[in-house]
């Protein structure tokens, strides 16, 4: 993952054109410097057309603390 993103304003019609986004949250503002921990709009893969808050971060398996997540910025396979 890299250090930190933007999100760039979009209009909602763009959304349910390109995406076929049903409801989009009023969230969706400019943001740009969104690093690890913060919540971030997400579409997943089970829910195509619905835009989710997650928060960003990688929190492996055998963390006893979520709050590492923070700092995996740079995973490997």
């Known amino acids: 993952m890299c250090g930190r993103f933007s999100l760039i304003n979009i ?3 763009t959304l349910k054109e390109h995406f076929g ?3 989009i949250p009023t969230v ?3 943001r740009y410097n969104i690093a690890p921990s913060n919540y971030t709009p997400v579409i997943t893969n ?3 057309d619905t835009i989710h808050m997650m928060q960003w971060g990688l929190i492996p398996h055998w963390a006893k603390d979520k709050s ?3 700092k ?5 396979a």
Do not use: D
């Not at 995996?72 to 490997?76: Q, T």
């Open 68 to 70: 590492i997540g923070q």
């Open 72 to 76: 995996l910025i740079n995973a490997r």
């Open 46 to 48: 089970t829910e195509p």
């Open 28 to 30: 969706l503002k400019s």
């Open 21 to 23: 986004i049903k409801n």
């Open 11 to 13: 209009k909602p019609e």
